[in-house]
């Protein structure tokens, strides 16, 4: 089964504006973490929620999980054009590898 | 601010060739990740390794692919002979502890088999 899977699959947006992305996901997790990947670099890591959080904030960054709908949504405020990058969810059980979903492209115009 | 780092950046190999792939992880960390992105797809877990042996692998990391840690600070992944389909992104990433800590990855090596 598939885990960690977002939308929208792309979201354009005027800087300025709030973007929110969506994640889903299919078994139990200890963490969610979301990642941003600018084109062709490697992976920065942005936010983990356990899975006994409901809302966790890091700058202009706010997440929410909901584990009884397996949910988990970011949301970027007063994005600027460097936000433009895909975002990744990724979940881990106790084992801890990350399982990634496919990714949301987010492009932020001046 | 410590950082995971890979080497090389990009390699390109003639497909049955062997490559090996140099991590550096985190000095405190003790879990190590290979992953790898192949262009357009989502990333996918290859190896995880801690205490001097593979603690999981997935069905990718078949009987071509080896990890090690030669000099208790490198980390490699070697290939044995290439295939075109191993052409991807490889990313290593690091875990101080387990439980499900933050994984920091490299900037990846860029495997371009021909």
């Known amino acids: 089964s598939q885990q960690g899977e977002e939308d929208p699959q792309a979201l354009s947006i005027q800087e300025g504006e709030n973007a929110t992305m969506n994640c889903s996901y299919k078994?139990?997790?200890?963490?969610l973490q979301w990642y941003r990947q600018n084109s062709g670099r490697g992976l920065v890591h942005l936010i983990l929620?356990?899975?006994?959080?409901r809302e966790k904030h890091s700058g202009r960054l706010r997440v929410t999980l909901d584990t009884s709908k397996k949910s988990s949504s970011l949301l970027i405020t007063a994005s600027r054009a460097a936000d433009t990058a895909s975002y990744f969810c990724?979940?881990?059980?106790?084992?801890?590898?990350?399982?990634f979903g496919k990714g949301i492209t987010l492009s932020v115009r001046p | 601010e410590p950082e995971v780092t890979q080497t090389p950046s990009h390699q390109v190999t003639q497909m049955g060739q062997e490559v090996i792939l140099r991590c550096v992880p985190i000095?405190?960390?003790?879990?190590f990740y290979w992953y790898r992105q192949i262009l357009g797809q989502k990333v996918e877990f290859l190896v995880s390794?801690?205490?001097?042996?593979?603690?999981?692998k997935s069905e990718i990391f078949d009987d071509q692919f080896s990890v090690e840690r030669p000099d208790g600070s490198n980390f490699t992944l070697k290939i044995r002979s290439t295939k075109l389909e191993d052409s991807a992104m490889y990313f290593c990433?690091?875990?101080?502890?387990?439980?499900?800590?933050?994984?920091?990855f490299g900037p990846g090596t860029r495997l371009l088999v021909l």
């Open positions: 000095s405190n960390h003790l879990y």
């Open positions: 929620i356990r899975s006994n959080e």
């Open positions: 078994t139990s997790i200890n963490n």
């Open positions: 990724a979940t881990d059980k106790a084992n801890s590898k990350l399982t």
């Open positions: 390794f801690y205490n001097n042996e593979i603690s999981e």
């Open positions: 990433a690091t875990l101080r502890e387990t439980a499900g800590g933050t994984q920091y």
